[in-house]
């Protein structure tokens, strides 16, 4: 059996997200009636089902998949002698860390933003927020974080790659 995704099974099963976009749509019609911004008033109830079945499928979904890809396809086989795994959900919203790559007991972060983050950042620069979580991470895990930068499943910021295998050479001594 072939195996569907998230967004084939949304696009047969529109009633799941429509719910979404109605409920936004209603909290937005507040607004509407005493905003001067053209684009809220001329906001539909399709509008907000669309945008809620864009940020499902393809930024939260996609983005996850892409994730994995990163790891699995590029990586993992760069590094093939290094674990790497998932972040839990903590380390994942508060520190910013999607993935960890082990070596030994130390281990290294990973965060994976699209090449989309980059350009609308100009040269994208961490919060003072993540600063401080990749410090914390460091404290922790011994090892540096690494934001890698990616188009579909591609790392585009390919120098990340050599940066990495320094840190762990690194972590190894």
């Given at each position: 059996m072939e195996k569907r995704t998230i967004g084939q099974f949304l696009m047969k099963h529109p009633d799941v997200v429509q719910p979404l976009g109605k409920s936004l749509y209603k909290q937005l019609i507040k607004l509407k009636a005493h905003s001067q911004d053209d684009a809220l008033r001329e906001l539909t109830a399709q509008d907000c089902i669309d945008y809620v079945y864009e940020v499902t499928?393809?930024?939260?979904?996609?983005g996850f998949i892409r994730e994995k890809s990163v790891v699995n396809d590029n990586l993992a086989k760069k590094f093939p002698d290094i674990k790497f795994e998932e972040s839990d959900a903590e380390l994942d919203h508060a520190g910013d860390i999607d993935y960890l790559g082990w070596v030994g007991d130390r281990a290294f972060g990973i965060?994976?933003?699209?090449?989309?983050?980059?350009s609308n950042f100009g040269n994208y620069s961490i919060s003072e927020r993540m600063k401080a979580s990749f410090e914390e991470f460091t404290e922790q895990f011994g090892g540096k974080v690494f934001i890698v930068f990616c188009e579909k499943e591609?790392?585009?910021?390919?120098d990340v790659i050599g940066q990495i295998?320094?840190?762990?050479?690194?972590?190894r001594r």
């Open positions: 499928i393809h930024r939260t979904y996609d965060q994976i933003k699209p090449i989309t983050a980059q591609k790392i585009k910021n390919e295998g320094e840190e762990i050479k690194r972590l």
